[in-house]
């Protein structure tokens, strides 16, 4: 059974940091573009950051560029976003989706063929 499972999430200080995990586990992550994606309550899911399948060239929305960091360990079969100086405006459920085949990735949540249940990310003081 295919299966995604995040972890990672909790509650941070405005600047603080987390690490969410998406462990895979059913089939093999190198085969499968990978997204991360966000929902704030009354919004609409956005794409956070993706890897390729092609040649792992990451992506980033503008909005979190040089303060989250996307990465994977393929023992492990997980990807990780690494979160830092996190804002409010970061609050969010927190989810990680894959698209299967060597392919770019993109930021289109219908693309998706696979969902994490998601994490729950909150940023207040």
């Not at 600047?15 to 991360?36: E, N, T, V």
């Amino acid at each position: 059974q295919l299966q995604l499972v995040e972890s990672g999430g909790g509650l941070v200080q405005p600047g603080g940091s987390l690490k969410l995990s998406c462990a895979a586990s059913g089939f093999i992550l190198d085969f499968y573009a990978i997204g991360w994606f966000r929902q704030a309550p009354g919004k609409e899911r956005e794409g956070v950051s993706c890897v390729s399948s092609i040649d792992g060239k990451k992506y980033y929305a503008d909005s979190v560029k040089g303060r989250f960091t996307l990465s994977r360990d393929n023992a492990k079969n997980t990807v990780f976003l690494q979160m830092n100086s996190l804002k409010p405006d970061d609050s969010a459920v927190y989810y990680c989706a894959v698209h299967y085949g060597i392919r770019d990735c993109s930021f289109n949540s219908r693309a998706y063929d696979y969902w994490g249940q998601g994490t729950q990310v909150a940023v207040s003081s």
